[in-house]
């Protein structure tokens, strides 16, 4: 099976203020390579104090580094026609599109799933979903809040889901894992969602 992982970290509140990017690639079921790309944010040089606190990275770790139009010449192609996978996909997506919205970049045409959602499916019953109290539950370890080391957990985190659900291929995934992908398409895009069990009827005796 072949996805990607990806994680957002932004220099403040706003959803298309990205200042690092972070891709892990999937193969045949195994973790072939991770990206992560610093991106001058459109508010450079302010960064919320919040969020510096959050991920560490400051105004002049990104003083050279590229915008986000710029990067997406790259990102673009790596992400097409893709199934990206990330954690709290609602966050990770509207950045994404914020930030394509912002400089004027048509959406690319993708799948993606969200693992919070696939996780509360696959593990019920658990305290908590959060990316850290996850990967410690399954022994996954990592530099929580950086973009390359989060989406490689995410990876991680995903395989194992995966490998709980004897899901092996992408025609399967949705059923498995119970989730329904959302997507991202010219124009518009439809959110990722977790399927709802079909309530049982109840038997009434005559």
């Known amino acids: 099976m072949n996805f990607i992982t ?12 990205p ?11 195994q ?11 459109k508010s450079y ?7 510096i606190a959050i991920h560490g990275i400051k105004p002049q770790d990104v003083k050279n580094s590229p915008t986000f139009d710029q990067v997406w010449q790259e990102l673009r192609p790596l992400l097409q026609n ?43 019953g658990l305290p908590q979903y959060d990316l850290k109290s996850l990967c410690n539950r399954h022994g996954i370890q990592f530099k ?25 291929c992408l025609d399967d995934f949705p059923e498995k894992l119970k989730i329904n992908f959302g997507q991202l398409f010219e124009g518009g895009y439809k959110a990722s969602s977790a399927r709802k069990e079909a309530k049982k009827k109840k038997a009434f005796p005559f």
């Open 144 to 168: 929580h809040h950086r973009a390359a080391a989060d989406s490689y957990a995410c990876a991680e985190l995903t395989l194992r889901a995966l490998a709980h659900t004897n899901c092996s």
């Open 82 to 124: 893709q199934l990206v996978i990330a954690h709290n996909a609602s966050f990770d997506m509207s950045v994404l599109r914020a930030t394509l919205t912002t400089y004027g970049l048509p959406f690319p045409e993708l799948n993606y799933a969200c693992s919070v959602q696939f996780s509360k499916q696959v593990w019920q």
């Open 19 to 29: 200042c690092e990017i972070g891709l892990t690639f999937v193969q045949n079921g």
């Open 6 to 17: 990806l994680d957002f970290e932004t220099a403040t509140t706003d959803r298309d203020s």
């Open 31 to 41: 973790i072939v390579k991770t990206d992560a790309w610093l991106i001058k944010p």
């Open 45 to 51: 040089p302010y960064f919320n104090g919040m969020n």
